[in-house]
């Protein structure tokens, strides 16, 4: 017999405090919603548990891992090593941090279906409390919508709860993934009508939502027809994209230095859209101890994420001297401890061994090379206004509406680029240089694994999976091969937790 959901909520930390609250369990108490004091408390909460170790640091490991850009250190450092072998690889399996990001995700969901049922909308606001209790319930629409699209992308057809589980009804069947979508539109579109700012600074506005809605359309618009929520033809769909895209365009400004949004410094910039709190929401984040290279500075750092060479090696060739390589990858640093310097590809191209044969992953690094805290405080952006005009290029190319080379040439001015070639070529040839785009300004930030999807298993075949298995520098010893199943790379398995202790799924 199966164990009760409930079991395995309470120890997700459904239940659990959140910060400034003194109920127990808060997020079930009716009355939190009723004073503004308390509501922002949960408000804050929602987004908090997008920051827990689960549905941050275990959720990015996952989702970068799944993308087939990286490989990893983490339990040994070869190309055999579990996650190497498994989800690095994309031939993924029930394992613990997929499984972590499944809990973390829908913990989002549970808080958000709290605030979406025990906060009280007013059609036309007067008051200050009414537009912040309207702005609450925005929120959580749009943080239903969110967890719900990261979701659907990574495993499919998932249960869709819209509620807290009643006493004794804590099973919940599988909905199709069409079903899903509908849901996420409908949140977002919500979200969008509902946010007006009144919860302050440090709090998505109304934009992410119009963004986050783009990228529902984007990802319809490409999808198969079962798929769609309603049968719109390709144009009709990356039309609505456009639209709610050029609701956020010219709204946010993006900063000079491209290297800055990767520090403490530069947080909560004119660019970000979407950024998580991590020095108010986080308790101990381990970003930067997972993701900082070892000895890069003082404490304990495991530097869990490298780039595939062969990456490395494309964005350098379509754009030598970008300076986005500086702030994208680490290859060459003099340890703090002994001073020795390690050199790992391209400062090392011999790659003579697993350990030096790709660069690391830098924008999640710590770069205070002083500082001997492992843990760290540094703000996550989510969404940000380079990727906007990115978006924004792409569906302009579907549309053949002539602004597509503009979007584009605005990304890369900041960096002192001219577009590459095959950016002035024609549809198709923009098409494939714009997922290019993408991943040189974006790599690693939380949308590869879904964006190298969103066109179907053969694109991510012939853009993805064949360039890396095919590359001239590629050597079995130090690089993974990558899987070309369609059974095994476009979807996670349930995870086994969820099959325990759900009585009406079975896989």
């Given at each position: 017999?199966?164990?009760?959901?409930l079991?395995?909520?309470?120890?997700?930390g459904?239940?659990?405090?959140?910060?400034?609250l003194?109920?127990?369990p808060?997020f079930?108490?009716?009355?939190i919603?009723?004073?503004?004091?308390?509501?922002m408390?949960?408000?804050?909460?929602i987004?908090?548990?997008l920051?827990?170790?689960?549905?941050?640091e275990?959720?990015?490991?996952?989702?970068?891992?799944f993308?087939?850009?990286?490989?990893?250190r983490?339990?040994?450092?070869?190309?055999?090593?579990?996650?190497?072998?498994n989800?690095?690889s994309?031939?993924?399996?029930q394992?613990?941090?997929a499984?972590?990001?499944?809990?973390?995700?829908?913990?989002?969901?549970?808080?958000?279906n709290?605030?979406?049922?025990?906060?009280?909308v007013?059609?036309?606001?007067?008051t200050n409390?009414?537009?912040?209790?309207?702005?609450?319930?925005?929120?959580?629409?749009?943080?239903?919508?969110?967890a719900y699209?990261?979701l659907?992308r990574?495993w499919?057809?998932?249960?869709?709860w819209?509620?807290?589980p009643?006493?004794?009804?804590?099973d919940?069947?599988?909905?199709p993934?069409r079903?899903?979508?509908?849901q996420?539109i409908?949140?977002?579109?919500?979200?969008?009508?509902?946010?007006n700012?009144?919860?302050?600074?440090?709090?998505?506005?109304?934009e992410?939502?119009s963004m986050?809605?783009?990228?529902?359309?984007?990802?319809?618009?490409?999808?198969?027809?079962?798929?769609r929520?309603t049968?719109l033809?390709?144009?009709?769909?990356?039309?609505?994209?456009?639209?709610?895209?050029?609701?956020?365009?010219?709204?946010?400004?993006?900063?000079?230095?491209?290297?800055s949004?990767?520090?403490?410094?530069?947080?909560?910039s004119?660019?970000?859209?979407?950024e998580l709190?991590?020095?108010?929401?986080?308790?101990?984040?381990?970003?930067?101890?997972?993701?900082?290279?070892?000895?890069?500075k003082?404490?304990q750092?495991?530097?869990?994420?490298?780039?595939?060479?062969?990456?490395?090696?494309?964005h350098?060739?379509?754009?030598?001297?970008?300076?986005r390589l500086?702030?994208?990858?680490?290859?060459?640093?003099?340890?703090?401890?002994?001073?020795a310097?390690?050199?790992?590809y391209?400062?090392?191209?011999?790659?003579?061994?697993?350990?030096?044969?790709h660069?690391?992953?830098?924008?999640?690094a710590?770069?205070?090379?002083?500082?001997?805290?492992?843990?760290?405080?540094?703000?996550?952006?989510?969404?940000?206004?380079?990727?906007?005009?990115?978006?924004?290029?792409?569906?302009?190319n579907?549309l053949?509406?002539?602004e597509?080379?503009?979007?584009?040439?605005?990304?890369?001015d900041?960096?002192?680029?001219?577009p590459?070639?095959?950016?002035?070529?024609?549809?198709?040839?923009?098409?494939?240089?714009?997922?290019d785009?993408?991943?040189?300004?974006?790599?690693?930030?939380?949308?590869?694994?879904?964006?190298?999807?969103?066109?179907g298993?053969?694109?991510?075949?012939?853009?993805?999976?064949?360039?890396?298995?095919?590359?001239?520098?590629?050597?079995?010893?130090v690089?993974?091969?990558?899987?070309?199943?369609?059974?095994?790379?476009?979807?996670?398995?349930?995870p086994?937790?969820?099959?325990?202790?759900?009585?009406?799924?079975?896989?």
């Open positions: 017999m199966k164990f009760t959901k079991i395995f909520l309470l120890s997700l459904l239940l659990a405090q959140t910060c400034n003194d109920e127990d808060p079930l108490d009716d009355t919603y009723s004073t503004p004091q308390s509501a408390a949960a408000l804050r909460g987004y908090q548990s920051t827990t170790y689960g549905a941050q275990q959720r990015f490991f996952v989702i970068n891992g993308s087939g850009h990286f490989n990893t983490k339990n040994g450092g070869n190309v055999s090593n579990v996650n190497n072998a989800l690095f994309l031939c993924p399996i394992d613990r941090d499984e972590s990001t499944w809990g973390g995700l829908y913990q989002v969901v549970a808080r958000a709290a605030a979406i049922a025990g906060t009280e007013v059609d036309n606001p007067v409390d009414e537009r912040l209790f309207n702005d609450i319930a925005g929120h959580a629409h749009f943080m239903r919508a969110y699209f990261s659907v990574l499919g057809d998932i249960p869709l819209l509620q807290l009643a006493t004794g009804q804590t919940k069947a599988k909905s993934a079903e899903v979508y509908a996420i409908q949140d977002a579109g919500r979200a969008a009508e509902l946010m700012s009144s919860a302050g600074s440090g709090f998505p506005r109304a992410a939502a986050l809605l783009a990228k529902v359309y984007m990802t319809m618009a490409t999808a198969p027809v079962d798929l929520v049968p033809a390709d144009e009709a769909y990356w039309q609505l994209a456009y639209d709610e895209a050029k609701k956020v365009y010219g709204e946010y400004q993006l900063v000079q230095d491209y290297g949004l990767f520090t403490v410094a530069g947080e909560n004119t660019e970000s859209i979407f709190q991590i020095s108010q929401d986080a308790a101990n984040s381990q970003m930067g101890r997972n993701y900082t290279p070892a000895k890069y003082p404490a750092h495991f530097g869990w994420f490298s780039v595939h060479a062969g990456f490395y090696d494309q350098a060739a379509t754009y030598p001297g970008d300076p500086e702030a994208t990858y680490l290859y060459e640093y003099d340890r703090v401890d002994n001073g310097t390690v050199r790992v391209p400062a090392n191209e011999n790659r003579s061994s697993y350990g030096n044969a660069p690391f992953f830098f924008k999640f710590e770069k205070d090379r002083t500082s001997t805290n492992q843990y760290g405080s540094q703000n996550i952006v989510v969404y940000r206004y380079a990727e906007l005009l990115l978006m924004l290029a792409e569906i302009s579907e053949q509406n002539g597509q080379l503009g979007y584009v040439t605005e990304v890369l900041r960096s002192g680029l001219q590459q070639a095959s950016l002035l070529g024609d549809q198709a040839a923009f098409r494939d240089a714009i997922m785009e993408y991943r040189f300004e974006l790599l690693g930030e939380g949308e590869d694994a879904h964006r190298n999807r969103r066109r298993f053969q694109f991510f075949l012939d853009d993805v999976i064949l360039p890396h298995n095919n590359h001239p520098l590629f050597d079995p010893n690089d993974l091969k990558l899987s070309t199943d369609p059974e095994k790379v476009m979807l996670l398995p349930i086994q937790s969820e099959i325990n202790t759900n009585q009406l799924i079975n896989g």
